[in-house]
């Protein structure tokens, strides 16, 4: 059986520690971190999400406003919204929930929040500065994923790691940050072939797909580190992408949905937050 790799517990510990930093950034700076997020419209799942953030930010001494804004929101009322939380001095992060509205051009708005306050790490500034190596604001839940494999000090030096999906936000800055640890990547998308025979030599498989029960037991050697990036629903059920119960009797280590990644996700927004603060603050 797999050790199973909780975000949960990492996550806990994380935002203890956090909780002190901000209490000492207070004593210093007479405030908190302060996060502004955007959410346009009702969607009931960027609503949920919202709250999550607010909660989370709460736990640690973050201070949150969330302001909503009306579905049928023009985009340059959205930017000038940006504009004016950009050259707030009392705000140091900002996150617009995705998706929007149809009617707004998602990457225009989000390469207009100023790169310094960009939580999300999505900014092309934040993504060069990844590729270059520089000091940059990562995405959260790469992020996650690479302080959860730390965490239970499983070497990536070296190893085969198969990252399934090349999205901007998760799947390919997953890749860097694992080439950064000096891991060999290869990277999986859906025109891939013979996906399973790279899967098998894989050392550590990342799922980031985003289809319950795709990685199958016949996928996966013996001993592989699993990572399931994957949030789906099954019946009802929220699942990741990993045939967890299969997997899991070949795998060394595995996390779970929901308990993995996704806590890991949240921690790191915020600890993004904490990080824009000390940016602005020169810190
Ligand atoms: P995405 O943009 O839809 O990307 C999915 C990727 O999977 C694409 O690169 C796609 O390839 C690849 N893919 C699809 N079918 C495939 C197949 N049959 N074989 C191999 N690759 C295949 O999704 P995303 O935003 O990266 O998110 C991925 C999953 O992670 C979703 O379930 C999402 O909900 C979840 N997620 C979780 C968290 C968390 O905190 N836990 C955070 C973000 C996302 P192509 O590029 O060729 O289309």
Redesign the pocket.
């Known amino acids: 059986m797999s050790k199973i790799i909780s975000g949960v517990s990492l996550s806990q510990e994380i935002k203890s520690k956090m909780k002190e930093e901000v209490k000492q950034l207070v004593k210093i700076f007479n405030r908190p971190p302060h996060l502004a997020v955007i959410c346009v419209g009702d969607n009931p799942a960027s609503i949920s999400y919202v709250k999550g953030k607010e909660k989370d930010c709460l736990e640690v001494g973050i201070k949150a406003t969330t302001i909503h804004l009306d579905e049928k929101v023009s985009e340059k009322t959205l930017l000038d919204l940006i504009k004016s939380l950009n050259e707030d001095r009392t705000v140091d992060g900002i996150l617009v929930q995705l998706p929007l509205p149809k009617t707004i051009d998602e990457q225009k708005v989000l390469d207009f929040i100023a790169p310094m306050k960009d939580v999300d790490g999505f900014h092309p500034n934040n993504v060069a500065s990844l590729y270059l190596k520089r000091t940059s604001i990562q995405p ?2 790469p992020k ?1 994923v690479i302080k959860l494999l730390k965490s239970e000090n499983i070497n990536l030096e070296g190893v085969n790691a198969c990252v ?4 901007n ?3 390919m800055p997953l890749a860097k940050m694992l080439l950064d640890e000096n891991a060999t990547v290869t990277i ?5 072939k013979n ?1 399973e025979e790279i899967t098998k030599c894989a050392d550590l498989i990342i799922s ?4 319950p029960k ?1 990685i199958k037991a016949s996928m996966v050697k013996d001993g592989c580190v699993v990572i399931d ?4 629903r099954l019946n009802g059920k929220l699942c990741g ?1 990993v045939d967890f119960d299969e997997v899991s009797k070949k795998a060394s280590y595995i996390t779970k ?1 929901p308990g ?3 806590p ?3 921690c790191c927004l915020l600890e993004n937050t904490i990080l824009t603060f000390k940016l602005n603050n020169k810190i």
């Not at 399934?164 to 999205?167: D, F, L, V």
């Not at 999986?188 to 891939?192: A, E, Q, R, W």
């Open positions: 959260c839940t996650g399934i999906g090349r999205s936000i998760v799947g999986c998308h859906s025109k891939t996906l980031c797909v985003g289809k795709f990036v994957g949030v789906n992408d949905v993995g990644v996704g890991m996700t949240r």
